[in-house]
């Protein structure tokens, strides 16, 4: 497989506990961009890195949120202390920098927080 | 305020008719447009790209349109097929802007009945 993958599917977890989200992009992909997706809406924009700069974070990014891409290749998302607010599909996406109007989206992580 | 506005909300036809989904933007200055579609849980996969030159776009039985002058752009969809249901979203991208910059709508729910 090819494409964008996302890992876990789905996350189940209770409020207060820190979880973590892995992507994986297109292996010549340098751009990653991480997204949250609420039932009914459109994707928000979080963050994006180029190789393994993070050149941008969204206000929706609170200090509980933190992304990395230690290597320029695969990113992880972590929340601490999720909240009820926080349940959303978490998608990721990459892209070619000089073509970052393309950008291929894995299949998401679901987050519930109970 | 950047904004895309999608109609209808949501859409049932049934299979083998036309449809024609909307988008409105109040996006300046405008760079492109594009339309994915987004399987239950899923992520979003490109339709089209459409930048300010453009007015057409096709892909199979996806047509796009883009009226720059009144900002609105359309999606038809000829001879629907049960796998087109799917939530369609229009994605619209500033001219020199960021990554936060890309304003997603809020997407049509497409549902084709048998």
């Known amino acids: 497989d090819t494409g964008v993958s996302q890992n876990p599917r789905h996350k189940i977890t209770k409020r207060g506990q820190n979880v973590t989200f892995r992507c994986d992009p297109i292996?010549?992909?340098?751009?990653l961009y991480w997204y949250r997706q609420t039932l009914g809406q459109g994707p928000e924009f979080l963050t994006y890195?180029?190789?393994?700069?993070?050149?941008?974070k969204s206000r929706l990014l609170s200090d509980r949120f933190s992304a990395e891409r230690p290597k320029g290749s695969f990113s992880t998302l972590e929340i601490q202390r999720t909240e009820q607010g926080d349940s959303a599909m978490y998608l990721c996406?990459?892209?070619?920098?000089?073509?970052?109007?393309?950008?291929?989206f894995g299949a998401g992580t679901r987050l519930s927080v109970l | 305020k950047n904004q895309v506005e999608q109609s209808p909300q949501s859409l049932i036809i049934l299979e083998g008719k036309n449809c024609t989904l909307q988008c409105n933007y109040t996006v300046s200055p405008f760079s492109n447009l594009r339309w994915y579609k987004q399987d239950t849980g899923r992520g979003p996969v490109s339709l089209t790209i459409m930048t300010f030159s453009e007015n057409t776009r096709s892909n199979g039985r996806y047509t796009a349109t883009l009226d720059a002058d009144t900002k609105q752009s359309s999606l038809h969809i000829t001879a629907s097929q049960l796998s087109d249901s799917a939530s369609y979203i229009c994605?619209?991208?500033?001219?020199?802007?960021?990554?936060?910059?890309?304003?997603f709508g809020k997407g049509t729910k497409l549902s084709v009945k048998p």
């Open positions: 996406a990459s892209s070619l920098w000089q073509d970052e109007n393309i950008q291929y």
């Open positions: 890195f180029q190789n393994e700069a993070q050149l941008e």
């Open positions: 292996s010549e992909h340098n751009r």
């Open positions: 994605v619209v991208s500033a001219k020199g802007g960021s990554q936060g910059n890309l304003i």
